[in-house]
């Protein structure tokens, strides 16, 4: 399953390869060549998915709920292409540093509180959004897929990246991915999964849709 890169991401040279990048002020020591900022791949989940040619089905104005935003590498990367993006985040130190990034991106709403709680943000979240992105590391990651999942619309999709490691481990991480997307089965359509190896040891992209 491939699919374009949305609106707002092209590849462009730096460095002499050809990389991911969007438009949007630096935020983590990228290369950038005038207005682009390329898009490290080697530190973003999203980044590998689109860099190993997986439909994710952004289009470039999508409304985003993005889970796990840490200090803001990625979904800075997000919010220089799409809508409306919330990023929710749990530790304080990483969200001080995604406030600062936050703060040249007008689109970006930074949260501090649990993925694991969305009623915690319910109030500000708006409904019907396009997109969940979810990168974190915890147990039950099809649990907060699935909890979220009140803030899509019918038929949006949701870009997993499952990390086996924090799942369990002593488990093999092929078994930990298909559990964890039979979890995800009954609330959402897998459309495409592939291994993030060997950007990212032991994680699977999954690219789903809200049924």
């Not at 969007?22 to 590998?48: F, I």
Request: net charge negative; hydrophobic share 40%.
């Amino acid at each position: 399953m491939t699919g374009s890169l949305p609106a707002g991401v092209e590849r462009r040279s730096f460095d002499g390869r050809t990389r991911l990048a969007t438009r949007g002020p630096p935020v983590y020591g990228e290369p950038t060549d005038g207005e682009w900022r390329c898009w490290d791949a080697r530190r973003s989940k999203l980044g590998a998915m689109l860099e190993a040619d997986l439909d994710t089905g952004l289009t470039g104005d999508d409304r985003v709920l993005y889970l796990g935003a840490a200090s803001g590498t990625t979904v800075s990367h997000v919010a220089d292409f799409a809508g409306p993006t919330y990023a929710v985040e749990f530790a304080p130190r990483p969200m001080r540093d995604l406030c600062g990034v936050a703060e040249a991106r007008g689109n970006l709403f930074p949260i501090l509180a649990d993925a694991r709680k969305p009623s915690a943000y319910a109030h500000i979240v708006e409904r019907d959004l396009d997109v969940i992105v979810q990168d974190v590391a915890t147990r039950g990651q099809a649990a907060v897929a699935v909890d979220n999942a009140v803030f899509l619309r019918e038929g949006g999709r949701l870009l997993l990246a499952i990390k086996a490691r924090s799942e369990d481990v002593t488990a093999k991480p092929s078994a930990v991915f298909d559990r964890v997307c039979d979890e995800l089965s009954p609330t959402y359509e897998i459309l495409a999964t592939e291994r993030l190896d060997p950007l990212h040891d032991d994680h699977l992209a999954v690219v789903a849709r809200k049924r």
